[in-house]
Antibody, heavy 119, light 106 residues
Framework: VQLQESGPGLVKPSQTLSLTCSVS??????????WSWIRQPSGKGLEWIGN???????DYNPSLGSRVSMSVDTSKNQFSLKLSSVTAADTAMYYC????????????WGQGTLVTVSS | SYELTQPPSVSVSPGQTASITCSGH??????VSWYQQRPGQSPVLLIY???RRPSRIPERFSGSNSGNTATLTISGTQAMDEADYYC?????????FGGGTKLTVL
């Protein structure tokens, strides 16, 4: 499985960050996985953003409140992230990854995409 | 919310054993995974289900988990092991990462 993040590298404060993760080498409707977003500010640790299952059910990091939403497009083999009302604190490398349900591990990661929040 | 605590840094001499801890309330009752992240790269899975190792990972990496502490052990540490290491658990639908530990091989 290969994962590739895409989306704007620059977002203005108060706007909505939108990213897409394209999945190849496997099907997004594989029931063994959750599809996840994780971010990492420069020089800091990993922060889990959320998971989405192929049927659209989601779990989000409570610290992000109602700002985060995720969706899945099985026809395109993609899943997406939206983060609203962004501030400079949302500047980070954003990774998409596969979360294996049975073993509770992230086994495939994208290369990451840097998103900067700045006017 | 659940928290995992790691030491910010650990130093080890080449050839020696490095231990990186990850602490959390009743962590021994949960499954822990460990990841290695080299500068500029995505994280790589090292250990899952506390002590299982993917086939591509060298045997010098091992893990354990009991009580409130999980431990990643690197035996015969090499210069190439210098990296950041993260523990992770997934419980009650939420994923938590430790803050990360920078391993320096002196």
């Amino acid at each position: 499985v290969q994962l590739q993040e895409s989306g704007p590298g620059l977002v203005k404060p108060s706007q909505t960050l939108s990213l897409t993760c394209s999945v190849s080498g496997g099907s997004i409707d594989n029931g063994d996985y959750y599809w996840s977003w994780i971010r990492q500010p420069s020089g800091k640790g990993l922060e889990w953003i959320g998971n989405i299952y192929y049927n659209g059910s989601t779990d989000y990091n409570p610290s992000l409140g109602s700002r985060v939403s995720m969706s899945v497009d099985t026809s395109k083999n993609q899943f997406s992230l939206k983060l609203s009302s962004v501030t400079a604190a949302d500047t980070a490398m954003y990774y998409c990854a596969t979360l294996v349900i049975i073993t509770k591990l992230f086994d495939y990661w994208g290369q990451g995409t840097l998103v900067t929040v700045s006017s | 919310s659940y928290e995992l605590t790691q030491p910010p840094s650990v130093s080890v001499s080449p050839g020696q054993t490095a231990s990186i801890t990850c602490s959390g309330h009743k962590l021994g009752d949960k499954y822990v995974s460990w990841y290695q992240q080299r500068p500029g790269q995505s994280p790589v899975l090292l250990i899952y289900q506390d002590s299982r190792r993917p086939s591509r990972i060298p045997e010098r990496f091992s893990g354990s988990n009991s009580g409130n502490t999980a431990t990643l052990t690197i035996s015969g540490t090499q210069a190439m092991d210098e990296a950041d290491y993260y523990c992770q658990e997934w419980d009650n639908s939420f994923v938590v990462f430790g803050g990360g530990t920078k391993l320096t091989v002196l």
